[in-house]
């Protein structure tokens, strides 16, 4: 009967030490997922910061073109245009 109740000691503790260790297992699956939600946001945000940055550089690509080749009323266009996209 002694025998039965230390096996069952044993087991119990075991039992303890694997819950425990599912809950340490749980807690650093969520801090991972919560990492990987906030690194896809700064990727999101860096893409839309890079298609923004494409924009000026055409828009700016254009008015270097308009002014080289003398056509400084569509230079000037493009200038306003540029402007606009800035300032939101």
């Known amino acids: 009967m002694r025998r ?9 503790k075991e039992q303890k030490k694997i819950k425990e260790g599912q809950r340490q297992v749980r ?11 906030e690194l896809r946001k700064e990727t999101n945000l860096i893409m839309q910061q890079s298609v ?7 828009f700016m690509f254009q008015i270097l073109k308009a002014r080289e080749n003398q056509e ?14 800035i300032v939101g």
């Open 72 to 85: 400084f009323d569509k230079a000037a266009q493009l200038t306003c245009a540029l402007r606009k996209l």
């Open 4 to 12: 039965l109740r230390s096996d069952m000691e044993e087991i119990s």
């Open 27 to 37: 807690e650093k699956f969520e801090a991972i997922e919560f990492e990987c939600d």
């Open 52 to 58: 923004s940055t494409q924009f000026r550089l055409a």
